[in-house]
């Protein structure tokens, strides 16, 4: 018998990733629509069907009620800001291309789409599937085993990541994938709101669980602490415990895995393609549904992907000049350096240079515009006119640690300006990552 091989995506989460994906330059169609999310969470889906290609799938999503982690914590999740409007209008469309692309959708009352993941994983784990979870959510590594594993889609041109029971423990730094609850618990999660052991961070998070194997053996054994971490651990058991309880993912929503339901079958094309054209996904469509641009053999009109008529081509210059100026010099005609530092050499050579300067301009690249939920993508630096560096920040966030970690010496140097366009936002990135920038200020944005 053929393997079986069954992806389950999570919905808002890849739908929010897509969009803070483009938050810098954003897909806009004719009608003044943001697509971004839209756009970006198809291209994730179809590039799965076509290359890794599942016998099963499925998306869940959350549905936008409380859920009984409310009732066990109440402030659960309510530092969160209000969901975006582009994500609100991009949800109801991604769910009309999943159900035309004949993809089911999960969702359950009183639980979130990752303990709806979780329940269906296990389930069909046991049926002999192999289970891909495809989301960039890291809580989503405490339901790994042999045959279910995290699927992160590819950011910033780096590869997809395929984490199994191995590099799930190398990351965490633990035994077992299940511990990641307990690392959770400990360091608790600013994103949800799940308040964690104050003053506990991820690192020493994974040292007390490497040791003591979970918050209930440390709670036991506080005698074999010292100082402040012994107070802590003893002042904030409780919460400690609530905290784990939040961050475990469910394992028993009331839903059943449906083998015949999730297996892959014929897209609805009509649909598909009426879908298509209303958000003007030419590209998409053209790759998905296998239709033309334009209509063949009509020259000097302009047609859509669907065969219609849109225009004749005009070359006439407009009869008014429009109330903007279009900059004369851009990457093309401008003499410019920009560096790539993505190896130890080049950034020595970068930090060496950088702590030379009485001030350089210095910006972040996120995946998004909340800096207490994006994830560091890379970093530039300037101090000279039309010269760049660009340091690519990896994925992994060991490996991202050491990376930021050659930076500190510049930017904690009270004696070195800092210049940046809304650099406070900048700040708390680094922050998020041990970096407290110093040193005397210049924010554009302001100026």
Known sequence: MSEKILYLLDGHALVYRAHYAFISRPLINSKGQNVSAVSGFMRTVWDLIKNRKPTHIAAAFDLYSDTFRHKMYEPYKANRDAQPEDITYAVPKVIDILKAMNIPIMAVENYEADDVIGTIAKQAARQGYTVFMVTPDKDYGQLVEENIKMYKPGRQGN????????????????????????????????????????????????????????????????????????????????????????????????????????????????????????????????????????????????????????????????????????????ISNTTHHYTLCDDDALINMLVSKLSMQKSFSFDTETTGIDPNEAELVGMSFSFAAHEGYYVPVPANKSDALKRIEHFRPVLENPNIEKIGQNIKYDFLIMKWHGINIRGPIFDTMIA
């Open 159 to 330: 590869e997809v990541e395929i984490l199994g029971v191995e590099e799930i423990t190398q990351n965490w730094g633990i035994q077992r994938p299940e511990q990641v609850i307990d690392i959770l618990g400990l360091m608790g999660d600013s994103v949800d709101n799940i308040p964690g052991l104050p003053g506990i961070g991820e690192k020493t998070a994974s040292k007390l669980i490497q040791e003591f194997g979970s918050v209930e053996n440390l709670i036991q054994n506080t005698d074999k602490l010292k100082g402040k971490q012994k107070e802590i651990v003893e002042n904030y058991a409780a919460q400690g415990m609530l905290s784990k309880q939040l961050a475990t993912i469910e394992l028993n929503v009331p839903i059943q895995f449906d083998e015949k339901e999730y297996e892959i079958s014929e897209f609805d094309k009509d649909k598909l393609s009426e879908l298509f054209k209303e958000l003007e996904f030419r590209t998409l469509a053209r790759e998905i549904l296998g239709q033309n641009e334009t209509s063949a053999g009509t020259p000097g009109v302009q047609a859509d992907l669907f065969g219609n008529t849109v225009a004749t081509v005009a070359k006439e210059e407009p009869e008014t000049k429009p109330e903007y100026t279009i900059a004369s010099n851009n």
